[in-house]
């Protein structure tokens, strides 16, 4: 039995609607950013950040892992399902160590058609700045001052 083209081509259009149905009911992985510029930093300062996604789609997400491009980098996120409409976080920490950088960061997930979402961060830690010290307390200022003697 063979089928006349017309009868093919409702047949694809019906897979591809079906198809096409099937993606819009899955958990769907959508990110605020995908490149988080850390601009020009000191060496030694505050290597955090925070990319926030949100579950597009109306089942749950789960993040199965987050994997950085080196050691330099370290990510956190949660290991719960994120209900659809809700949002996640993914905290990154940098190793503000000197020279410019650019690391990628392999995000999966069981969204269909975005299963690896890769991000960035970049940046700059400048060797001839310096850190903003943190004023010490009026009790470890004397305390400290009474090591010296």
Excluded at 125 to 134: F, G, M, P, S
Aim: glycine share 10%; with cysteine; aromatic share 8%.
């Amino acid at each position: 039995m063979t089928l006349k083209k017309p009868h093919m081509k409702k047949i694809l259009g019906g897979l591809f609607l079906l198809g096409s149905f099937a993606f819009a009911t899955a958990q769907t992985i959508k990110f605020d950013q995908t490149v988080l510029d850390y601009g020009t930093v000191a060496p030694g300062s505050d290597g955090n950040r925070v990319f926030t996604f949100k579950n597009t789609g109306d089942k749950p997400l789960i993040l199965s892992n987050v994997a950085p491009g080196c050691g330099c980098t370290t990510p956190e996120w949660s290991r719960d399902p994120i209900m659809p409409g809700k949002e996640g976080k993914i905290k990154v920490h940098y190793n503000t160590t000197p020279g410019q950088f650019k690391k990628p960061i392999d995000i999966f997930s069981n969204d269909p058609a975005n299963g690896r979402v890769t991000l960035y961060i970049q940046g700059n830690v400048d060797a001839n700045l310096k850190t903003q010290e943190v004023p010490a307390s009026k009790a470890e200022k004397v305390k400290n001052e009474l090591h010296k003697k």
